[in-house]
């Protein structure tokens, strides 16, 4: 048995995507995750393509700044406005 996802509660096995789409950063701001692109499944958490990393992915990447979200900093930071603006005008 895979280890189990703390947000969406499924095992995170093969092909099993988080159903959690949505990163709540620390003023509140809710922003939609950005799914795995490669064609391999992800190394760390086992999604396909198009599927969303479970929280704690090393391949997660971070809507605001693109970097690892795990490392980049801004899940411990207050999100400027002018940033949150210019990221929700890309959608």
Do not use: W, Y
């Not at 809507?63 to 929700?88: E, F, H």
């Amino acid at each position: 048995m895979s280890a189990i996802c703390k947000a969406c509660l499924q095992e995170m096995g093969p092909g099993k995507g988080c159903t959690v789409n949505e990163i709540i950063f620390p003023d509140r701001t809710i922003l939609k995750a950005i799914p795995h692109v490669d064609e391999e499944k992800c190394h760390d958490c086992n999604v396909h393509k198009g599927q969303f990393h479970h929280p704690g992915c090393d391949m997660e990447r971070c809507p605001l700044c693109g970097g690892q979200l795990i490392s980049c900093g801004c899940l411990s930071a207050p999100v400027p406005t002018d940033v949150v603006t210019q990221v929700t005008s890309r959608f």
